[in-house]
């Protein structure tokens, strides 16, 4: 009964006691918890971009640290984009409809010929965290699926990922269309997977190697804010 008594009631909560909570609760991977927490704050007219940026962005940025820290690991952190997740499915379609600010648009996908995604899927899951808009190409993309989606989806950064050493090359097949196309400027490139290593990812001529998500989602924001700067003084 004593456990009963103690059970935290979030719509009891206070403005900034219920945003810690939530926190707190993505944290720890719960789902239920970040659906109904997203809905009691838009029930106290919150803008959804506050409560996308203060619960939730905040929330997985601690996750990100962490993991990149070592103090959680991969099943902990999908759990918690999962949470994420859920509370980005009632905010997305309220986010599309005020014209929220975006932090930039990604397009991320496993390389052809590699059908590994779980390191795909979390870079996918946390860039979400932070803000971004990702289109998830999925598994096997030819060149063609990531520049024909880049430029239908106005993208500002292309994602590569291989597990594979024999798949590693295609990484630079993708990068060469770009050039030859005339587009490669138009894209920040980001590589990673387990077999790769920064020399490799200037190797190829991509704009960053990332070696897990949480370098990743740091790696998107500094390349975004040096384009919003050069934008601004161009």
């Known amino acids: 009964m004593a456990d009963e008594a103690d059970e935290i009631i979030l719509s009891e909560l206070s403005d900034d006691d219920l945003v810690s909570q939530m926190m707190d609760d993505l944290y720890d991977g719960l789902k239920e918890e970040i659906e109904e927490g997203v809905n009691i704050l838009l029930g106290r007219g919150w803008a959804p971009y506050d409560v996308l940026t203060k619960s939730l962005v905040a929330g997985m940025t601690i996750v990100g640290a962490d993991f990149r820290d070592g103090i959680l690991f991969v099943p902990e952190v999908l759990l918690a984009a999962n949470a994420m997740k859920g509370g980005m499915g009632i905010l997305k379609p309220l986010l599309a409809e005020t014209g929220a600010p975006r932090m930039g648009k990604m397009v991320i996908g496993t390389v052809k010929g590699d059908i590994h995604d779980i390191g795909k899927n979390l870079v996918a899951m946390m860039m979400e965290?932070?803000?971004?808009?990702?289109?998830?190409?999925?598994?096997?993309?030819?060149?063609?699926?990531?520049?024909?989606?880049?430029?239908?989806?106005?993208?500002?950064?292309?994602?590569?990922?291989?597990?594979?050493?024999?798949?590693?090359?295609?990484?630079?097949?993708?990068?060469?269309?770009?050039?030859?196309?005339?587009?490669?400027?138009?894209?920040?490139?980001?590589?990673?997977?387990?077999?790769?290593?920064e020399e490799f990812g200037r190797a190829i001529g991509a704009d960053a190697y990332c070696r897990d998500a949480a370098v990743a989602v740091e790696t998107a924001k500094d390349f975004i804010a040096r384009k919003h700067n050069q934008m601004a003084r161009g």
Request: no cysteine.
């Open 129 to 197: 965290g932070a803000g971004f808009e990702v289109v998830d190409l999925g598994i096997n993309n030819p060149v063609e699926k990531y520049i024909d989606t880049a430029k239908a989806e106005e993208a500002d950064i292309i994602g590569m990922s291989a597990l594979l050493t024999t798949t590693m090359p295609y990484m630079k097949v993708v990068i060469d269309t770009l050039k030859e196309q005339g587009l490669r400027d138009d894209y920040i490139v980001m590589v990673g997977g387990a077999p790769l290593n």
